[in-house]
Antibody
Framework: QVQLQQWGAGLLKPSETLSLTCAAY????????GSWIRQPPGKGLEWIGE???????DYTPSLKRRVTISLDTSKNQLSLKLSSVTAADTAVYYC???????????WGQGTLVTVSS | DIVMTQSPDSLAVSLGERATINCKSS????????????LAWFQQKPGQPPKLLIY???TRESGVPDRFSGSGSGTDFTLTISSLQAEDVAVYYC??????????FGQGTRLEIK
């Protein structure tokens, strides 16, 4: 059973860069889709972007200028960087792994990131 | 972007009764090349990450109880729980992966016990 463990700083100041990492235990990201999704407190799910099985990336248009998703194949770790954060970026951030038929099959436990001065 | 709209926003059903959640996409998510609907359903319980229930609109994920079923094609889809159990209380989301970026979710439907 794939287990995704994620970590990163939970409290940021406005204009700082959010940085999260997700590791796949009992599995791998290579050859799969690795995605990041966020959920503001009490609200719905927003897809941030993904890295596909060929190493290409796609991002949601509203965040594209600020976001980078990458994969360290040697460590089997998926990373998210979101620059110039504001209070509007406060959310629980999830990583997910999947395949073409189920892109968000396995999920990490979530990391609450709060942006506050 | 494909907009996903769920109905109702919330639903209260008695234990053992049927629960039905609808999802409508602003464009078809049916691929003509493989005749598959790029539509998934997720269940999210409080304090937990979402859990994949259904993909390809009607294929149950491994380990998901068979009281959960998905149906529909093109732009109109339904998640049905045939006999509601207490552990099914959650928020349910549909999601399309036909036209990306971005993958898009419905706004969620909150399911409670009547």
């Amino acid at each position: 059973q794939v287990q995704l463990q994620q970590w990163g700083a939970g409290l940021l100041k406005p204009s700082e860069t959010l940085s999260l990492t997700c590791a796949a235990y009992d599995g791998s990201f290579s050859g799969y889709y690795g995605s990041w999704i966020r959920q503001p407190p009490g609200k719905g799910l927003e897809w941030i972007g993904e890295i596909n099985h060929r190493g290409g990336t796609d991002y949601t248009p509203s965040l594209k200028r600020r976001v980078t998703i990458s994969l360290d194949t040697s460590k089997n770790q998926l990373s998210l960087k979101l620059s110039s954060v504001t209070a509007a970026d406060t959310a629980v951030y999830y990583c997910a792994r999947g395949q073409i038929d189920a892109r968000l099959q396995h999920w990490g436990q979530g990391t609450l990131v709060t942006v506050s001065s | 972007d494909i907009v996903m709209t769920q109905s109702p926003d919330s639903l209260a059903v008695s234990l053992g009764e049927r629960a039905t959640i609808n999802c409508k996409s602003s464009q078809s998510v049916l691929s003509r090349s493989n005749n598959k609907n790029y539509l998934a359903w997720f269940q999210q319980k409080p304090g937990q990450p979402p859990k994949l229930l259904i993909y390809w609109a009607s294929t149950r994920e491994s380990g998901v109880p068979d009281r959960f079923s998905g149906s529909g094609s093109g732009t109109d889809f339904t998640l049905t729980i045939s006999s509601l159990q207490a552990e099914d209380v959650a928020v349910y989301y549909c999601q399309q992966y036909y036209s990306t970026p971005p993958l898009t979710f419905g706004q969620g439907t909150r399911l409670e016990i009547k």
